[in-house]
């Protein structure tokens, strides 16, 4: 722009120079020399001739075309499905040695669990199952809580008879007299208050002053009788009353206190189910 506004001004005046050309006569004589319109017109064609520098404009880059962002979806956790039979549980249940309650506790299971069937009562609803905990361990299930999968092989089991626990037997023990016969010795009478015979015994008695303990076990009861051991009685059945001695005391215990504790058994050997029971008295 500016270029062309200085080739315009230039030829304004070459404009000028040539209508003073034409001037009237009687004006003074202005008429440029040859040398003068050379001059202008070299001017001219300088400058138009000229080039005048522009400065470079920054080189634009298109950006790449912008593409979306696919939103990220999770995708689901897979939870795979067990192939074996088994059960879930919505609530607590228990689970026994046998298809009762009155069978021994083994196990208890949380809500939720799941637990492998290995089988089936023949027509209660218990199943026979492996524990989650511990994969050796087996009991029944009771299955009012349960909702199982995969059950339709599931064999049907011969469950174990019906668990009849063995009534706890029970005794009373009343301190009857003392004596000596190459040692002190007293006599106790057991009465038995239970429903089951008993059949082994071990006396604990010591003496709370001197601190002397004597112990012993057998099997079946035997009581003394002037210095003399009656025969042993094997059991002592349900109701019955049998008076027994105790091992003799070095010292004798007139006017201490004695404590004795008699543990019984329902079987020799001191097994079966045992019940004990501890006294106190002064010969």
Not at 175 to 181: D, E
Request: charged share 10%; hydrophobic share 35%.
């Amino acid at each position: 722009m500016k270029r062309q506004k200085t080739i315009l001004s230039l030829t304004f005046v070459l404009v000028l120079i040539l209508q003073a050309c034409n001037l009237p006569s009687n004006a003074p004589d202005q008429t440029p020399t040859p040398d003068a319109l050379l001059a202008a017109q070299m001017t001219i064609t300088a400058l138009a001739g000229q080039s005048t520098p522009t400065q470079a404009l920054p080189t634009f880059t298109m950006p790449p075309p912008l593409t979306p962002t696919t939103a990220f979806t999770p995708t689901p956790a897979f939870t795979s499905t067990p192939s074996f039979a088994y059960v879930t549980l919505s609530e607590g249940t228990n689970c026994r040695t046998g298809p009762a309650i009155s069978f021994d506790l083994v196990d208890t299971f949380a809500t939720g669990q799941t637990i492998e069937v290995v089988g089936k009562h023949p027509f209660d609803n218990y199943w026979y199952v492996r524990s989650p905990k511990n994969a050796s361990v087996y009991c029944w299930l009771w299955g009012f809580y349960a909702t199982g999968a995969n059950l339709g092989n599931v064999p049907v089991l011969t469950p174990p008879p019906t668990y009849t626990p063995v009534p706890a037997p029970s005794f009373d023990a009343i301190y009857v007299n003392a004596g000596s016969c190459l040692g002190w010795w007293t006599r106790i009478s057991l009465k038995n208050t239970g429903t089951v015979p008993l059949r082994s015994i071990t006396i604990s008695i010591k003496d709370t002053v001197t601190n002397e303990t004597r112990t012993e076990s057998k099997d079946g009861f035997q009581d003394v009788n002037a210095c003399v051991l009656s025969a042993l009685t094997p059991s002592l059945g349900a109701g019955e009353t049998f008076t027994v001695v105790a091992p003799s005391l070095a010292a004798d215990p007139t006017g201490h206190k004695l404590s004795a504790t008699f543990t019984l058994c329902t079987a020799t050997g001191q097994g079966g189910i045992c019940t004990s029971k501890t006294i106190e008295f002064t010969p």
